[in-house]
């Protein structure tokens, strides 16, 4: 028989309040966003919230009236919690997608101003380099002019001084052209590249994390209900003398040291063998049935989860 201990169950319950705190606090953004009004918006968000917060319980109470009978009801609470589920389920797909698209776009918007910067800066060196030609091409000229008249001395200063400040001018600006160049191709180059995995299959691995973040929560809470948690049964009280004649209330307080499926009273084997396997039994039910105290009956319905015959949960006794 499959037991849950009890930190286990602690730390699967840790794990839905986590889960469905992600999508709470979804739903709370999205509702926010979509009204203006602080005040609107922070009431109907914290309604969002207790919503999304009930479509968890919802799940565990409806198996619960469907193993009571009650069936409409747990019809409408599965209607109710699917509902939830996929507005809640919509919002967090919402916030995934927004979330990749806003940030593709701000990196797109960047490399885009990022390449027409360097293209302006290429372009801006490109003409500097021809103004330094063309000035170097004049300083020649006038130092050319100088020797034609005898001033040799004066021709060379003139070039020694101007040319190389020009070079030095020009070697700068054709660096930093070269430099332009190389980022200018190295962003080309990364824009023919999808940024990032595909929209297709981020579109498909949000949609898959709204729905586990939905599914799996709802799935641990109903599960939960159908493992049972060992309990301490103490030991049954011998008798401390005979009584010539019991009546069968007197039985049924009085046990064995050791409990067995034969030393249950009949009548609460034969109401367990018409209890569908899973189905809540009831303390009350069973002192009904063999008309004894619901002390009496809680006491036999511990023996009857000692040799198997019942299985305690956190909701109660259900049937083996």
Known sequence: ??????????????????????????????????????????????????????KYVAWPLALALLAARRTLCAALLMASALTLGAVSGW??????????????????ANQDQRQADLIEQRGADAARIEQLDADATAVRQQAIALR???????????????????DAER???SDRRDTASQELTTLRGQATKAAGIPMQ?????????????????????????????????????????????ERPQEQVERAPETATPETLPPELLQLLAGTGSGE????????????????????????????????????????A
């Open 148 to 166: 034609e008249r005898g001033m040799v001395s004066r021709a060379l200063e003139l070039e020694s001084a101007a040319l190389a400040r020009i």
């Open 171 to 173: 070697a700068a600006a």
């Open 91 to 108: 919002a967090t797909y919402d916030r995934l997608m927004t979330s990749i698209i806003t940030s593709r776009a701000e990196h797109q």
């Open 1 to 54: 028989m499959l037991q849950l201990l009890p930190h286990h169950r602690w730390l699967l319950l840790a794990m839905v309040a986590a889960l469905a705190s992600v999508t709470a606090t979804s739903v709370a953004m999205t509702i926010g966003a979509l009204i203006d009004a602080p005040l609107l918006a922070g009431l109907f968000a914290t309604a969002a919230v207790v919503l999304d917060l009930f």
């Open 280 to 319: 809540k039994v009831a303390v009350r039910q069973v002192a009904k049935a063999l008309r004894i105290g619901s002390d009496k009956a809680t006491r036999l319905m511990q023996r009857a989860a000692e040799v198997g015959a019942l299985n305690k949960t956190a909701s109660g006794y259900v049937a």
């Open 201 to 245: 299959l981020a579109t498909l691995l949000c949609l898959g994390f709204a729905i586990a973040l939905e599914v799996v929560p709802a799935l641990i809470l109903a599960t939960l209900r159908y493992v049972p948690v060992p309990v301490a049964i103490p030991a049954a009280v011998p008798a401390t003398q005979e009584q010539p004649a």
